[in-house]
């Protein structure tokens, strides 16, 4: 791997259909070593579809996505489940197995390293399962709790504790703050800040947010009409020149503070 390379995510070019509707065309997107990036944009635009291809769910039409300076269409399937391993991804339902209390959730990736003779004994595990859970906020008697038995902010937690289980260097994050109520979504939000200056994270983030993309991200990426639009901080795409733009930050309730200080 390339690990000089300055970017840990570069898309090129991507072009993208499901079925006969294309989604994406010719997207470029780079995220630096270090850096949040969020991705905003109208609702059923392809952002959550964007993320799944680049952590490989899917097969892009055309084009290359680089991760940690490699291009993953060129991975084995061996070399691209390895490289799955260095990243955490929280999807907007959590994403936890129902079947699994929370300590099984986040004793996953571990279990799944371990297939790659890269594993650590089960008292160590059983240390940085909890060490984990208490970095996400997270009690011990949290743990032998099952997904359905938790509240919406608790899931998200879990499936935090999960996404940095392996020190993830680089998090996809799909509207984690989406369904918790204010407070919580402050609390969640101040977690990650936390989490990100401790761990010198990388992140693409999704949200709809203002709050959530003013604490985090470093710079923000707007899709529309299957492209990237413009990227650069809460600033310079608040004053871009488009209807998305406009409606996105129309003053909210709450939010006045932030967008006049934005504005001027
Ligand atoms: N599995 C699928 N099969 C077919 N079409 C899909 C599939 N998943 C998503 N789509 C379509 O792809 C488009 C992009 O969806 P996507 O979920 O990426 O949008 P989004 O920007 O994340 O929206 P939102 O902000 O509402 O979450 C939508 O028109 C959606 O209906």
């Known amino acids: 791997m390339n690990e000089a390379s300055e970017n840990i995510i570069a898309v090129r070019k991507l072009t993208t259909q499901l079925g006969k509707r294309v989604i994406h065309r010719d997207l470029d997107l780079e995220v630096r070593r270090g850096e949040v990036m969020g991705l905003i ?18 097969r892009q039409v055309s084009g290359s996505i680089e991760l940690f300076g490699e291009p993953i269409e060129k991975m084995t399937a061996e070399e691209f489940r390895y490289i799955t391993l260095r990243w955490g991804v929280l999807f907007q339902q959590g994403a936890l197995f129902s079947a699994l209390t929370v300590f099984d959730n986040v004793a996953f990736p571990f279990r799944e390293l371990k297939k790659y003779g890269e ?16 970095m996400a906020g997270l009690e011990a008697k949290d743990a032998w709790k099952y997904p359905a038995e938790l509240s919406g902010g608790m899931v998200k937690r879990a499936a935090l504790a999960r996404a940095l289980a392996l020190d993830a260097e680089l998090l996809f ?15 969640f939000d101040s977690l990650l800040l936390e989490l990100r200056q401790e761990m010198q994270l990388s992140a693409l983030l999704v949200t709809h947010d203002l709050d959530s993309l003013a604490l985090l991200c470093d710079r923000i990426a707007i899709l529309d009409e299957g492209k990237v639009l413009i990227t650069g901080t809460l600033e310079e795409v608040a004053h871009f020149d488009h209807p998305f733009v406009k409606e996105f930050f129309k003053t909210r309730p709450g939010e006045e503070r932030r967008l006049r200080s934005i504005r001027n």
């Open 119 to 134: 594993g650590v004994d089960e008292d160590t595990l059983r240390e940085l399962v909890f060490l984990k859970l208490q």
């Open 173 to 187: 994050l799909d509207e984690p703050t989406s369904g918790l109520d204010p407070i919580r979504s402050a609390e």
């Open 41 to 58: 944009g109208s609702s059923g635009g392809g952002k959550t579809v964007l993320l799944q291809h680049i952590i490989g769910l899917l």
